[in-house]
Nanobody, 115 residues
């Protein structure tokens, strides 16, 4: 099954922005939908954004990130992105991406939002 490598995390102040990338080991054209998930310390992993194709209008978001996060995909680069704006301390978590047709998780990328 396809493997993903997440990158782009880091430490950012509240109100700041980050762009996460998720590079696939092969073509993503036929493995949609693909989601970004996050897991905060002591909490269960949750789905925050889902993209059903490379079209910008085929997306879903958790209520907690709606209007602040944007998921997108580039089939030519086999990469899925998560643009995160207006970050809050409660967005602190390890972020992962995964195709809904897969059971494998990558190592994720840490996002820390703190003054």
């Amino acid at each position: 099954q396809v493997q993903f490598v997440e990158s782009g995390g880091g430490l950012v102040q509240p109100g700041g922005s980050l762009r996460l990338s998720c590079a696939a080991s092969r073509s993503i054209f036929n493995i949609y939908p693909i989601g970004w998930y996050r897991q905060a310390p002591g909490k269960q992993r949750e789905l925050v954004a889902l993209i059903h194709s490379a079209s910008a209008d085929s997306t879903n978001y958790a209520d907690s990130v709606k209007g602040r996060f944007t998921i997108s995909a580039d089939n030519a680069l086999n990469t899925v992105y998560l643009q995160m704006n207006s970050l809050k301390p409660e967005d602190t978590a390890v972020y992962y991406c995964r195709s809904l047709s897969s059971t494998a998780w990558g190592q994720g990328t840490q996002v820390t939002v703190s003054p």
